[in-house]
């Protein structure tokens, strides 16, 4: 079973940053499309960014548009992806999770995705 491993969430006042990573050990990611989606208390999950097979070794990022301009979403290597969260606000605070899947095509329809991390916390205080 593959397992994603997520680390870097935690408590930050508004306009602060947090970086978020996702690894998954002993597995190969080349062809996957490797992202993030968060939810928030009574609301559904919702995607955040991710990267997305290009061919190659390439990959494209894709950011929502409620953070794009703040958020920065990176391949670490096939196998991990960051997200950095800058300039943050209040209406950020959600459970994180890290998501992965073979790619191809709607890759913002977290239903599509085969592979979930346990989710981290972010908190923004305003």
């Known amino acids: 079973q593959v397992q994603l491993v997520e680390s870097g969430g935690g408590l930050v006042q508004a306009g602060g940053s947090l970086r978020l990573s996702c690894a998954a050990p002993g597995r190969t990611f080349s062809r996957y499309d490797m992202g993030w989606f968060r939810q928030a208390p009574g609301k559904e999950r919702e995607f955040v960014a991710v990267t997305s097979w290009s061919g190659g070794n390439s990959y494209t990022g894709n950011i929502a548009d409620s953070v794009k301009g703040r958020f920065i979403i990176s391949r670490g290597n096939v196998t991990s992806v960051n997200l950095q969260m800058n300039s943050l606000k209040p209406e950020d605070t959600a459970v994180y999770y890290c998501?992965?899947?073979?790619?191809?095509?709607?890759?913002?329809?977290?239903?599509?995705?085969?592979?979930w991390g346990q989710g981290t916390q972010v908190t923004v205080s305003s």
């Open positions: 998501a992965a899947r073979q790619s191809r095509s709607s890759s913002t329809d977290f239903r599509s995705y085969d592979y």
